[in-house]
């Protein structure tokens, strides 16, 4: 479903510039339902834009099903927007319209592209658990439950790709729940592909897959794998388990890695590190010759 390679957006203003994403990669399958966890200011926003056909990006590969992103026209790219994503966006009064009730609010984007159907409007707000308060304006809602309602309004024009970010930032843990198991059910249901953006680690165990960026700027380190997609390549499920918890990092094309701080601060790695190869494994330990 999703192909970035070594995707970079650089932000430029007037002789300022930011580089937000700095060769990033990632692989999204069809049907799955990931994560992407990173702290603040370490480019989700930025990367999930760039998914969502909302900014442009710098330079890389990436693509979404047929779709490449980098070469797009304006033309198809209004296309891709409005058939192929949904998006919630990280402030949801971006979503939202607040005179408007919530019905109305799921129907506008349908209007928008010339297939209003009502019926549908109404299933989608019934799933997000709003049958009760589809009538009642924006305003009368609370904030979970205006997040529901931007559940139901990127989800209005069927789209194959479900991008969220940030989506349980700012409500309470049962609302987080309750979102979580909205999406787990569009995943399981209707196929959808769901990509949420957080920095909210308790999210890891209600996806198939997490995918980290750090440092602001580089790129991606697996937490935790599909193990769903692992059962399928071998067969095994008790070997897919294990694999769920295991740590993986990514190693690029040309055999850079990125260690965590937290390890080379235990072991007191600052600029140098001793390596070896026993033939099965490779062992990164402090420089020896330093020793003593
Ligand atoms: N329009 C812009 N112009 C210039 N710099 C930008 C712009 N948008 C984002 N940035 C910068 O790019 C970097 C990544 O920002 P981004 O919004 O993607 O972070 P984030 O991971 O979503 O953070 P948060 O968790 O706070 O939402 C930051 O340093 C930010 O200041
Ligand atoms: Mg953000």
Known sequence: MIQCEGLVKIYKSDDLEVVALQGLNLNVREGEMMAIIGNSGSGKSTMLNILGGLDRPSAGQVKVGPWDLLKITDEQLVEYKRDTVGFIWQSNARNLLPYLTALENVEMPMMLSSKLDRAYAKQLLEWVGLKERMHNKLHQLSGGEQQRVAIAISLSNRPKLLLADEPTGSVDTRTSDMIMDIFRRLNKEIGITVVIVTHDLSLAGKVDRVVAIRD???????????????????GTLSNSIQAAHEEYVVIDRVGRLQIPKTYLTALQITDKASMEFDGERIIISPPKSLEG
């Open 216 to 234: 602001g700027l580089t790129s991606t380190e697996f937490i935790k794998r599909n193990p769903n997609l692992d059962a399928a390549a071998d």
